[in-house]
C-alpha cells in the first residue's frame, strides 16, 4: 500500500506536468492543440498522390479524346474537337460497343446464376470451420493470378485439351461439333470462339460476384424463409418472393464487378477468342500500334458512361450496402 | 483553501448546441463529487472538459488553482475510469495497468511492482498475467480502476463508472469504491444517471439539465429540498404541486414537491384534507405505491406493505405535516 | 442468415454449390497437372507421359528469373508506399469527421473500381504529355495507385472496430501523440496493416493490365506470361511458371486471412 497511501501524507506533486520538451513535446503538444493540422498533415500525401497523379491522368487522358488526329501525318493536333466522337460512331466501332456489352450482359447474368448456389449455401448452411472454409474456397481463387486463370482455359478448351476428350468419352462430340458450326458462337475449337471468351470471362469474375450475393443473404433473417414456407409458400413461391429481392441488392453489386471489368478486360478475349475486337483490345490497338490515341481515349469514355449509368441505377437499389 | 476542481463560467459549444452553458462549480479537495443528470445534459462534457478531452469555448478551469486550459490531458495529472473500461486489448493486465508509468519511463522492475499493488488494492491480486478479453465485467471494472491509481492521480474521473453491471455488482462496487476513495483521500469526481447510484455514494451532488446545473448540495439536500421541478422529478419520486394548490397550504404561490412517504392515506372522508380517487396499487416489496387522483392532480404515496388498503376506485383523504411541503425556488 | 436450429441443405442446393466451387477450383489443378506434362507443342490430354525436367529448365531460364527479381521488386516499393498512403488516409478518415470524407473514400477506390485498361491508358497518356520515360518506377507508380485500396480498406475496417477511447485513455495515462502511436495506436492495427500489405504485395505481384502501359520494354512476371500466351516458345516452361505463381500468390492470402479472422473480413471485393 505504500505507493498508493493517501496522497495528502505525500507532499503536493504539481498537478499539471510541463511540456516534454524537445521537438517531441512541441509537436505532440501542437497536434494535440491543432487536430486540423495533424488531419491536413495525414491527408496530403495519400490526396497527393491520388488527386495529381491519378485523377490528372485522368483528366489527360478525357482531354485527349478531344483532340484529333491528322490522317495523313499521324500526329495529334491538339485543336478542340468533337470529330473524334464522330469516328467512334462509325458502324465497325459501334459494333465493337455492342458486342462489348452484350457480352458483359450475359456474364453478369450467368455468374449470378452460378454464384447463387454458392453464396446461399455458405450464407445460410455452412457454419463454423466450414464457413471459413467456404470462405477460402471463394477468396483463392479471387486472389490467385488472373492470368493463371485465363491460361487454364487455354489448356481446357484446346482442341486437343480436356474438355474434347472427356465429350467424347461420353460420346457428346457431336454435340460439340454441333454447336461450334453455329454463327457467332462458334468457331473452329471452343478456345478461338466466343463460347469460349464467355466461360472464361465467367470463370474469372464468379467469386466478384458470390461475395456480396454472400453478404446480402448472410442479413436476411433465416426465420422470414421459414415463415415465407409456414404461410403456404412453395420453394419456388418462397425463392421468388422472398430470397430473391433480399438478395438482390448483393446481385446488383456483384455485377458491378462483373460488368465493369468485362467491359473493360482486353487479354481474356485476346488469348481466348475470334479475331473479332472488344471494347478493351479496340483501345489497346487504337493507342498502340494504330497510335490514335484521341481514338483511344474516346473508346475509354464508353465504359466510363456506362458504368456511371450502372452505378447510379444500382446506388438507387440499394447495392452499395452490399459491397 | 483551494479547490480541487474549479469551473468559472464554462461554456462548450458543439456547432450551435450548447452542451455545457456558462457553469460554475467548486469541488472540494477529498471529496466525493457526483454529477447527475439524463443523457446530454452535460454532465459528461463537464468530465471530459477536466481531464482534457474537451476545451471550453469560454470560461476558466483550474485544477488544485492551476489553470488546465491549453494543457492537454498528457500533461495533466488527473485520471479517468471510462464507461467501456478501454483497457488496452493487446496488453495483459499488468501491462494494462502499468501503461501510465511505462510511458514516463518509469523501470521495469518498479513499474510492475507497483502495478502488483494497484492490483492488490482492487483485490484482484495474480490477475496480471490475463488478457482484458478473458475478464468478468466486474473484474474488467477494477483493473481500469487500478490502472488509474497506480498513477496517484490528484483528481480520479469516472464515468458512469457502475453502469455496465449488473444490480448485485453494482450495490458491492458502491460500498467498494466509497472504502476505497476514503482510504486514498483523492478527490473522486464521477458522472451518473442513477439517481440512487448519486445518492448513496457521494459527498455532494450537482444535478445537471441541458448544459447547466440545477442544484448542488448534499443528498440529504438535493433529495429533501430540491431547488427546482427538474430536480424534484429527476431525483426519486417526489409529488410535484402546482403553485395554486401549494398556496392552499402555505399562503405562497410557488411550486412545491412532496416525497411519497410524507403522505398519510385515510379511509375515512370527513377528516380535513385532500379528497382523492385511488386510481392503482403497486406492490414493491417493504412498501406499497398508491397511484391518486386529486381532482386532475396525480399524486403517489408509498406505504409500509401489510396496512389494509383501500379498494382501486375508493375515495380516501389525503393528509401530510405542514413542514414535509418544500416549497421551490421556482416562482408560479 | 442467421439460424441457430442446425439444419441440412435441400440436396439439389449442395449439388449446385458443389458444382461451382468445382467449376472455381478444378481448372487451377489442372495447371498443375500439366506442370509434369512431358508433351512440348501442344495441351494434349491425357498427358502422354510425365516429367520432372520442365522445373529444371525453368530454373536454368534467365529471363524467368528476371521477371521474377522486377516483379518482387515492385511489389515491395508498392506495398510500402500503399502501406504508408494507405493508412494515413484512413487513419484521417476515422478519426474525424470532416468534409469531404466520402469524396476521399471514392478516390481511394476509383483506381480499381475503373477497368484497368482506363487507369493504364490514363498514366500512359499522363506520361508521354510530362515526357516521362517508361522505367522501374513508372510500374510502381501505377501499381501503388491501385495497391492503396487494399490496405485503406484493412485499415479502416480495423479503425471502425478499435473504440475511440482507447486512444484517450492512452492519453488520459500520460503518454503523448508519439508514444499514443507506438504503444496504443500501431499495436492494435498492426496485424490488419500486415493484412493490407500481404494483399497489396499478392495484387501488385499478379497485374498484368495496367503493367503493360507502364512498362515499356521490362517483364514483369505477368508480362512474360503474356506474352508467352500470344507467342509461345516453350509451353511446359509457361506451365510451371503458372503453377509457381499459384503458389506464390496463395502464401499471402492465407496468411492475410490468418491475421484478419476474427473481426474484419479481409477485404476480398475490393481487388
Redo the contacts between chains.
Keep these: 500500500m505504500n505507493r498508493l497511501a493517501p496522497v495528502a501524507a505525500q507532499g503536493h506533486a504539481p498537478v499539471m506536468a510541463p511540456s516534454s520538451g524537445g521537438l517531441r513535446g512541441a509537436l505532440s503538444d501542437l497536434f494535440w492543440r491543432r487536430p486540423r493540422f495533424l488531419l491536413v498533415l495525414m491527408l496530403a500525401p495519400p490526396l497527393l498522390w491520388l488527386g495529381i497523379v491519378y485523377i490528372g491522368s485522368l483528366f489527360a487522358l478525357l482531354l485527349q479524346s478531344f483532340f484529333s488526329i491528322d490522317e495523313f501525318s499521324g500526329l495529334i493536333n491538339r485543336q478542340f474537337t468533337l470529330k473524334t466522337y464522330g469516328d467512334l460512331l462509325q458502324a465497325a466501332n459501334v459494333d465493337i460497343i455492342v458486342r462489348t456489352v452484350v457480352m458483359a450482359a450475359l456474364v453478369t447474368l450467368a455468374s449470378a446464376i452460378i454464384a447463387f448456389p454458392i453464396a446461399y449455401y455458405a450464407a445460410r448452411y455452412a457454419r463454423g470451420r466450414w464457413k471459413a472454409l467456404f470462405y477460402l474456397a471463394v477468396m483463392l481463387p479471387l486472389w490467385s493470378s488472373y492470368l493463371v486463370k485465363v491460361y487454364a482455359w487455354k489448356l481446357i478448351l484446346a482442341k486437343e485439351g480436356i474438355l474434347t476428350w472427356l465429350l467424347g468419352k461420353l460420346h457428346l462430340g457431336w454435340l460439340l461439333d454441333a454447336w461450334l458450326a453455329l454463327p457467332y458462337v462458334g468457331g473452329s475449337s471452343l478456345s478461338v470462339s466466343a463460347t469460349g471468351t464467355f466461360i472464361a470471362f465467367v470463370y474469372v469474375w464468379l467469386p466478384f460476384m458470390i461475395l456480396p450475393i454472400q453478404a446480402a443473404l448472410e442479413r436476411v433473417p433465416a426465420n422470414l424463409v421459414e415463415a415465407s414456407s409456414d404461410l403456404g409458400a412453395s420453394p419456388g413461391q418462397t425463392f421468388r418472393n422472398i430470397l430473391l429481392p433480399l438478395a438482390l441488392p448483393g446481385v446488383v453489386a456483384g455485377s458491378i464487378f462483373t460488368f465493369s471489368l468485362t467491359l473493360g478486360d482486353y487479354i481474356i478475349p485476346q488469348i481466348i477468342g475470334t479475331s473479332r475486337l472488344f471494347i478493351g483490345m479496340a483501345v489497346y490497338a487504337q493507342q498502340g500500334t494504330a497510335g490514335n490515341i484521341p481514338l483511344a481515349a474516346a473508346f475509354t469514355v464508353v465504359p466510363i458512361v456506362i458504368m456511371g449509368f450502372y452505378l447510379w441505377g444500382a446506388k438507387r437499389l440499394g447495392a452499395f450496402d452490399a459491397l | 483553501m483551494t479547490s480541487a476542481v474549479s469551473f468559472t463560467r464554462v461554456s462548450r459549444y458543439f456547432g450551435a448546441v450548447r452542451a455545457v452553458d456558462a457553469v460554475d462549480l467548486d469541488i472540494a479537495?477529498?471529496e466525493f463529487f457526483a454529477m447527475l443528470g439524463p443523457s446530454g445534459s452535460g454532465k459528461t462534457t463537464c468530465l471530459r472538459l477536466i481531464?482534457?478531452?474537451e476545451q471550453p469555448s469560454s470560461g476558466s478551469i483550474s485544477?488544485?488553482g492551476?489553470?488546465?486550459e491549453?494543457?492537454?490531458?498528457?500533461?495533466?495529472?488527473?485520471?479517468?475510469v471510462?464507461?467501456?473500461y478501454?483497457?488496452?486489448?493487446?496488453?495483459n493486465v499488468l501491462d494494462n495497468v502499468a501503461?501510465?508509468l511505462?510511458?514516463?519511463g518509469v523501470g521495469r522492475a518498479e513499474r510492475y511492482r507497483?502495478a502488483e499493488?494497484?492490483l492488490a488494492?482492487v483485490r484482484l491480486p495474480g490477475y496480471g498475467t490475463r488478457r482484458p478479453g478473458e475478464l468478468s465485467g466486474g473484474q474488467r471494472q477494477r483493473v481500469a480502476l487500478a490502472?488509474?491509481?497506480?498513477?496517484?492521480p490528484?483528481v480520479l474521473l469516472l464515468d458512469e463508472p457502475l453502469g455496465a453491471l449488473d444490480l448485485k455488482l453494482r450495490e458491492e462496487m458502491q460500498e467498494e469504491l466509497k472504502a476505497l476513495q476514503k482510504?486514498?483521500?483523492?478527490t473522486f469526481v464521477f458522472v451518473t444517471h442513477d439517481q440512487g447510484e448519486a445518492l448513496s455514494m457521494a459527498d455532494r451532488v450537482a444535478v445537471f439539465n441541458e448544459g447547466r446545473i440545477m442544484q448542488v448540495g448534499t443528498p440529504q439536500e438535493i433529495y429533501q429540498r430540491p431547488a427546482t421541478r427538474f430536480v424534484a422529478d429527476f431525483v426519486g419520486s417526489s409529488n410535484i404541486l402546482p403553485p395554486d394548490f401549494v398556496y392552499r397550504w402555505s399562503g405562497q404561490k410557488r411550486w412545491g414537491s412532496l416525497r411519497p412517504e410524507a403522505i398519510r392515506v385515510n379511509r375515512s372522508v370527513n377528516q380535513e384534507g385532500v379528497r382523492a380517487r385511488l386510481v392503482s396499487t403497486n406492490y414493491l416489496g417493504a412498501m406499497i405505491r398508491l397511484a391518486l387522483d386529486a381532482d386532475g392532480l396525480r399524486l403517489h404515496a408509498t406505504v409500509p406493505a401489510g396496512v389494509v388498503l383501500p379498494a382501486e376506485g375508493e375515495l380516501v383523504t389525503l393528509t401530510f405535516n405542514r413542514e414535509n411541503l418544500h416549497l421551490m425556488e421556482e416562482g408560479a | 442468415m442467421r439460424s441457430d436450429r442446425s439444419q441440412t441443405a435441400p440436396l439439389a442446393l449442395k449439388i449446385a454449390a458443389g458444382c461451382g466451387l468445382a467449376f472455381l477450383h478444378l481448372p487451377i489443378l489442372l495447371i498443375f497437372v500439366y506442370a509434369f506434362t512431358t508433351e512440348e507443342k501442344t495441351f494434349q490430354w491425357p498427358l502422354p507421359g510425365l516429367t520432372l525436367q520442365w522445373f529444371g529448365i525453368t530454373w536454368n531460364r534467365p529471363d524467368v528469373w528476371q521477371a521474377l527479381s522486377l516483379s518482387v521488386r515492385v511489389a515491395a516499393i508498392s506495398t510500402v508506399i500503399a502501406l504508408v498512403l494507405g493508412t494515413l488516409c484512413a487513419a484521417a478518415v476515422s478519426r474525424s469527421r470532416f468534409f469531404g470524407r466520402e469524396t476521399i473514400s471514392l478516390l481511394v477506390i476509383l483506381p480499381i473500381a475503373l477497368p484497368g485498361i482506363i487507369t493504364g491508358i490514363a498514366l500512359r497518356s499522363a506520361f508521354s504529355l510530362a515526357e516521362i520515360p517508361f522505367s522501374f518506377w513508372t510500374i510502381v507508380l501505377g501499381h501503388a495507385t491501385f495497391c492503396v485500396v487494399v490496405v485503406y480498406n484493412n485499415a479502416v475496417a480495423r479503425f471502425r472496430r478499435t473504440s475511440a477511447s482507447l486512444i484517450e485513455a492512452s492519453y488520459d495515462l500520460g503518454a503523448d501523440g508519439f508514444q499514443t502511436f507506438r504503444y496504443c495506436v500501431l499495436p492494435n492495427i498492426a496485424t490488419a496493416l500486415l493484412a493490407g500489405g500481404m494483399l497489396a504485395f499478392a495484387l501488385s505481384f499478379d497485374e498484368v493490365i495496367v503493367t503493360t502501359f507502364t512498362a515499356g520494354q521490362q517483364q514483369t512476371v505477368p508480362i512474360w506470361m503474356l506474352e508467352e500466351l500470344i507467342r509461345p516458345r516453350q509451353r511446359p516452361v509457361t506451365n510451371v511458371v503458372a503453377m509457381v505463381v499459384v503458389l506464390v500468390t496463395f502464401l499471402p492470402i492465407l496468411l492475410a486471412y490468418y491475421l484478419t479472422r476474427d473481426g474484419d473480413q479481409i477485404a476480398g471485393t475490393g481487388k
Aim: net charge positive; hydrophobic share 50%; no cysteine.
Design positions: 479537495p477529498g481531464a482534457g478531452f485544477i488544485f492551476e489553470r488546465a491549453g494543457v492537454p490531458p498528457y500533461r495533466r495529472n488527473v485520471n479517468t471510462f464507461q467501456d478501454a483497457l488496452f486489448p493487446h496488453l501503461y501510465g511505462m510511458v514516463k507497483a499493488e494497484a488494492l490502472r488509474a491509481l497506480v498513477n496517484r490528484r482510504a486514498l483521500a483523492i
